[in-house]
């Protein structure tokens, strides 16, 4: 984050905690329809132009911790094998054999010299070429070269692995960008996995997902936690291109410190912006990073339903050294544990009231401005055109408030 960006985020923080309305040119939003959460058929174009042709989150390279290493990703809903090549390239392949459709692997992660079909025996490299099949004499004109796996798109963000099944999409870091330059100030390739845990929520996934775009809910449900250091009207909030956004939360006293993190190794060349406020990164569409120099969680948020979702938290923390995560890992866990709980109390309720009669739509404010641009930008990437009139979100805000 250079110098520019930080001054732009400490002037916009200062300005939030001052003003007394809206700045001069912010529109008027129009409400959310409430059929975006409930309409079967908006929510199967949602499936099939988000979730199955994004960059998505799939792991990060301690997973995969030798030639060999592989794990079996579903989250898009195609089995999707991610595998670290003799060359200690990883690349994702369908875990689907080029003969007849068998599985090449069927445990969840593990480690193989290659990939070979229980079905008929057809073997592959790890890199997916066909090396091997058996009874070869009886196949006529067929060309193993033409036979590999069918590969899947797969680049990585530093050291955290990303998977997108659109052939055609952009490459990952300019997708990201200018979060590759913004993260550079936390030196991720010393970041390591510390643990994993994941909770299934009876709501639609943009209830939740909704949730970690703004922080005006922090006085209601945070009250006993998070509200007592962060001052959510300070926030400052950038927006930018392809639906990510980033927003930046000042503590309520700059010499404040989370007793969390006491102890813990830091990151010296993190920004003010990291080291004595609060930045919480949208990788659009579906990952939440409220990073701070000492480590942070990446947050998840994944359909399995379309009243159903699920939350992963992949905590990651800077190179502690030999031996397993220092133990007041366990104890910040805990911590963050509740105050999540604390943003799911209401969430099963919410998902009920939605899908009732009195739920006609969703008023945001200019807080509340990350939502309704997450929303315009599922419109972009589904097509206007094939979103139902009265289901649709124009793109106000972007030529307005973009970066």
């Not at 970041?191 to 909770?199: D, E, H, I, M, P």
């Not at 911590?335 to 919410?350: G, K, S």
Request: proline letters at 8%.
């Amino acid at each position: 984050m250079d110098t520019a960006t930080v001054k732009r985020f400490l002037d916009g923080m200062k300005y939030e905690a001052e003003r007394t309305a809206p700045p001069d040119g912010f529109p008027r939003l129009p409400d959310i329809p409430a059929g975006r959460y409930v309409d079967p058929a908006f929510l199967a174009l949602e499936r099939e132009f988000l979730w199955r042709r994004s960059w998505l989150y799939a792991c990060h390279i301690d997973e995969l911790p030798e030639p060999g290493s592989f794990l079996l990703w579903r989250k898009s809903g195609a089995p999707i094998v991610i595998v670290r090549g003799k060359d200690d390239v990883v690349r994702a392949f369908y875990n689907t054999c080029q003969h007849r459709g068998a599985p090449l692997v069927k445990g969840e992660k593990g480690c193989v010299p290659g990939f070979v079909c229980g079905y008929h025996g057809w073997t592959y490299a790890l890199d997916g070429s066909l090396i091997n099949l058996r009874d070869k004499r009886d196949f006529v004109g067929l060309d193993p070269c033409t036979r590999g796996l069918k590969a899947v798109r797969c680049e990585r963000f530093y050291n955290w692995i990303f998977i997108n099944e659109d052939a055609n999409a952009e490459p990952l870091e300019r997708h990201f960008a200018p979060f590759v330059e913004y993260f550079q100030q936390f030196q991720p390739l010393e970041w390591r996995l510390v643990s994993q845990q994941s909770f299934d929520v009876k709501c639609n996934v943009k209830v939740l997902l909704d949730a970690f775009l703004e922080v005006y809910h922090l006085k209601s449900i945070h009250q006993n936690t998070v509200d007592r250091f962060l001052d959510h009207r300070g926030t400052s909030i950038a927006l930018y291109r392809r639906g990510h956004s980033l927003m930046v939360t000042p503590n309520r006293r700059p010499d404040w410190v989370d007793p969390g993190t006491r102890g813990m190794r830091r990151i010296e060349t993190a920004t003010v912006i990291s080291t004595n406020n609060n930045p919480s990164f949208n990788f659009y569409p579906n990952l939440v990073v409220p990073v701070d120099p000492t480590g942070c969680p990446l947050l998840l948020f994944w359909p399995t339903s379309d009243t159903t979702m699920r939350i992963e938290c992949h905590w990651f923390a800077p190179d502690w050294g030999d031996g397993p995560p220092p133990e007041l890992w366990s104890v910040r866990i805990a911590n963050f544990d509740r105050i999540l709980d604390e943003d799911l109390q209401f969430a099963a309720a919410i998902q009920e009231s939605v899908m009732s009669p009195g739920f006609r739509g969703i008023p945001l404010n200019y807080q509340e401005r990350r939502i309704y641009h997450w929303h315009a930008e599922l419109d972009r990437r589904i097509g206007t055109e094939r979103v139902p009139e009265a289901l649709r979100v124009p793109p106000l805000l972007d030529p307005l408030f973009e970066n």
